[in-house]
């Protein structure tokens, strides 16, 4: 079995541009990845075809990024017993018909989701990448450090703050 990589579906093309941070944030911690577009509705064959062979060999878990329906998570989720996380993409309803099609999946068919758009896309990477980390302690000090410098870059912040409103 190759090493462990991530698998980013999304249901058009229009999607990237959201899925941009969930793509550097897999390849800053160097997680191999997969990206597809791929329809739940315009080719599921495909779609089903690509989740199977993917799970052969050896995706770690699936992002899928869709807007309106966004039952690609779900077709996903029904083909693989990997984690599946879902984002929801803005596209009407400011993303809260693709939030709640994510989100509503029948019982024994998880899909974890994330936020709408590209916080959601980022979030969708590190929730990849601690699943991963959950077998590989380099993986995890990794990012154990990150958020320890993400919390030494608030502190100096906010250091900052307060010297400017000391000074006023």
């Given at each position: 079995?190759?090493?462990?990589?991530?698998a980013?579906?999304m249901?058009?093309?229009?999607?990237?541009?959201?899925?941009?941070?969930?793509?550097?944030?897999?390849q800053?911690f160097?997680?191999?990845?997969?990206?597809?577009i791929?329809?739940?509705?315009?080719?599921?064959?495909a779609?089903h075809?690509?989740?199977?062979?993917?799970?052969?060999?050896g995706?770690a878990?699936?992002?899928?990024?869709?807007?309106m329906?966004?039952?690609?998570?779900?077709?996903?989720a029904a083909n693989?017993?990997r984690?599946?996380?879902g984002?929801p993409i803005?596209t009407?309803?400011?993303?809260?018909?693709?939030l709640?099609?994510?989100v509503?999946?029948p019982?024994?068919?998880?899909?974890a989701?994330v936020?709408?758009?590209?916080?959601?896309?980022?979030n969708?990477?590190?929730?990849?990448i601690q699943?991963?980390?959950v077998?590989?302690?380099?993986?995890?000090?990794?990012?154990?450090?990150?958020?320890?410098?993400?919390?030494?870059?608030v502190?100096?912040?906010?250091a900052?703050l307060?010297?400017?409103?000391?000074?006023?």
């Open positions: 079995m190759s090493k462990p990589f991530v980013i579906l249901g058009s093309d229009s999607d990237l541009p959201v899925m941009e941070s969930c793509i550097e944030t897999l800053k160097d997680i191999p990845l997969e990206v597809k791929a329809s739940a509705h315009r080719t599921p064959e779609t075809s690509f989740v199977k062979e993917a799970d052969k060999r995706c878990a699936f992002i899928c990024a869709a807007g329906a966004a039952h690609l998570a779900g077709a996903v693989t017993l984690p599946v996380i984002v803005a009407s309803m400011d993303g809260l018909d693709s709640l099609s994510t509503q999946m019982g024994g068919i998880p899909v989701t936020a709408i758009g590209k916080a959601g896309a980022k969708a990477a590190y929730l990849a699943i991963i980390a077998s590989n302690t380099k993986l995890h000090e990794a990012l154990i450090n990150e958020r320890e410098a993400n919390a030494q870059a502190i100096a912040k906010d900052a307060q010297e400017k409103l000391k000074n006023r």
